[in-house]
């Protein structure tokens, strides 16, 4: 499977910026899980957002009310609609799958339960 991430860039605080990832070489056979996680200088990498394959969806609560996930299976594509940015939100996004489990949807915070990783775009909120 690989990924690869778009969208990223300079943004003002209170501004908007939409991210995409495009994927490839999913098995038909078998349900994946999508995220968003993002890495600031100095700080672990971070879940922002998930969603299953039957579309569950969750949010890291710093993002709630104002980070949109989204899929499209027929395009093998996920992507994150950021609207009030702040400065804190400036990271690199990374785009992330793994086959789906049954657990997680619980556990979806932790970076090692991700096995396949795009390459990273910089979101940089700043006026």
């Known amino acids: 499977v690989q990924l690869q991430a778009f969208g990223g860039g300079l943004v003002q605080p209170g501004g908007s910026l939409g991210l995409s990832c495009a994927a490839s070489?999913?098995?038909?056979?078998?349900?994946?899980?999508l995220a968003w996680f993002r890495q600031a200088p100095g700080r672990e990498r971070e879940g922002v957002a998930y969603?299953?394959?039957?579309?569950?969806?969750h949010y890291a609560d710093s993002v709630k009310g104002r980070f949109t996930i989204s899929r499209d299976d027929a395009k093998d594509a996920v992507y994150l609609q950021m609207n009030r940015l702040k400065a804190e939100d400036t990271a690199i996004y990374y785009c992330?799958?793994?086959?789906?489990?049954?657990?997680?949807?619980?556990?979806?915070?932790?970076?090692?339960?991700?096995?396949?990783w795009g390459q990273g775009t910089q979101v940089t909120v700043s006026s």
């Open positions: 070489g999913f098995g038909r056979d078998y349900y994946y899980a």
């Open positions: 992330t799958s793994t086959l789906q489990t049954e657990t997680l949807s619980a556990t979806w915070r932790h970076v090692s339960n991700w096995h396949y």
């Open positions: 969603v299953s394959s039957a579309g569950i969806i």
